[in-house]
């Protein structure tokens, strides 16, 4: 069974100060792993997509990157509007399941 | 351009009342499915569809039912509202598979 697991739960930062989350994953074949944002009453925003090991994306603040076990969401200076859950899921590639991880909350202090 | 939208954005049922959330999407999607998300336990499938005419079940899938009569629209229905079915339900869409999904902005439901 596909599992997704993210860690921290929770993630307090100060403006500026760089951090990272991480999605640790399990699937038999990856068809591709998705990065969302989900603010407050809302529907998570697509981030980004990774296909293979190695392969990064970058929007912004935001730095995406993939190994075959684990994939790293690197925030760089963040600003308070970087302020909202960030969730990690994966699609095997037999199937149309999406399996989501259950997020990290991050909270950007002024 | 609206993307996926879902109506109500807010509900309260009785234990044992009926109702239907709407979905309505037009990016022209094949893929649309319903999601429900719960504090500490993620998104979960309910129900799929590939296509009009097709459906199938997803993770949780007790309680709910659906149909898919057009590309456009993809309604859940709930048969007799349990208060284990308070939650949010997010429906999502997505052109094919390995394409990321395009959230609706979800119904949050109370089951009293």
């Known amino acids: 069974e596909d599992q997704v697991t993210q860690s921290p739960e929770a993630l307090r930062l100060q403006e500026g100060e760089s951090s990272s989350l991480n999605c640790s994953y399990t699937?038999?074949?990856?068809?591709?792993l998705f990065w969302y944002r989900q603010d407050p009453g809302k529907g998570p925003e697509f981030l980004f997509t990774l296909y293979s090991a190695g392969e990064e994306k970058e929007k912004e603040r935001l730095k995406a990157t993939l190994t075959k076990k684990e994939s790293f969401l690197h925030i760089t200076a963040p600003k308070p509007e970087d302020s909202a859950t960030y969730l990690c899921a994966v699609q095997a590639l037999l199937g149309q399941k999406v399996t989501f991880g259950t997020g990290t909350k991050l909270q950007v202090i002024p | 351009n609206a993307g996926v939208t879902q109506t109500p954005k807010f509900q309260v049922l009785k234990t044992g009342q009926s109702m239907t959330l709407q979905c309505a999407q037009d990016?022209?999607?094949?893929?649309m499915s319903w999601y429900r998300q719960d504090p500490g336990m993620g998104l979960r499938l309910i129900h799929y569809s590939v296509g009009a005419g097709i459906t199938d079940q997803g993770e949780v899938p007790n309680g709910y039912n659906v149909s898919r009569s057009t590309t456009e629209d993809f309604p859940l229905r709930l048969l007799s509202a349990a208060p284990s079915q308070t939650s949010v339900y997010f429906c999502a869409s997505t052109q094919s598979d390995g394409l990321p999904l395009h959230f609706g902005n979800g119904t949050r439901l109370t089951v009293t």
């Open positions: 699937v038999s074949g990856l068809r591709g």
């Open positions: 990016m022209n999607h094949e893929y």
